[in-house]
């Protein structure tokens, strides 16, 4: 498994992912309707830095780095992730959520902040558990969930 920064020919993997994992309704705020132009931004785009995980040369995830604020809360980051359905369950959310904390360090960001993990996205919430998160805030019933209804999302929080 190697994991390393995006190039522009990695865009068309990290969009058709993106898309299904918005389309299943159960994880990301962001919904079928979102276009290719706010993904990008969110994603791939400065100030966001994109970086890919593959194994055995194929793409299995990808995450993101960026100002979780602009100007004055600019020092906290923010980052993404998602893993492909087929590499999922290997540590691989683990592995790339270490490597993002070493990222954002590098970059000068002093915490790293999640503004909306779903109560009910059971890996998430173990892989960042597991890198050190604490949850700091409960939103009651801010993530309508395709399946579950009003479900809670999560604002989590660690230092680097
Ligand atoms: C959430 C996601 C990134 C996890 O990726 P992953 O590579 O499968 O996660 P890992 O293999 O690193 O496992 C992380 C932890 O969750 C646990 N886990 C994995 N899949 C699980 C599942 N389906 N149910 C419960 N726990 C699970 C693992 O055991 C591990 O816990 P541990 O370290 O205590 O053993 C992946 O499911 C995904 O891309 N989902 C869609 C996008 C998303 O939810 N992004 C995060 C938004 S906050």
């Not at 993990?117 to 892989?127: D, I």
């Amino acid at each position: 498994m190697i994991i390393r920064e995006a190039t522009e020919a990695d865009w068309p993997h990290v969009l058709t992912l993106f898309q299904s994992v918005a389309t299943s309704g159960d994880v990301f705020a962001y919904d079928e309707s979102t276009t290719e132009a706010v993904t990008r931004k969110l994603w791939f785009d400065l100030p966001a830095r994109c970086w890919i995980c593959e194994v055995e040369e194929r793409f299995a995830g990808t995450y993101y780095v960026r100002p979780n604020q602009p100007g004055r809360g600019n020092h906290i980051a923010n980052a993404g992730y998602m893993v492909a359905p087929e590499f999922r369950g290997r540590g691989l959310a683990v592995a790339m959520c270490a490597h993002s904390l070493e990222t954002a360090k590098h970059l000068g960001f002093t915490a790293m902040q999640f503004n909306f993990v779903v109560s009910e996205n059971t890996a998430a919430v173990c892989a960042w558990e597991r890198c050190g998160f604490a949850t700091v805030g409960r939103l009651p019933q801010a993530f309508r969930h395709r399946e579950l209804g009003l479900v809670d999302a999560l604002v989590m929080f660690r230092e680097l």
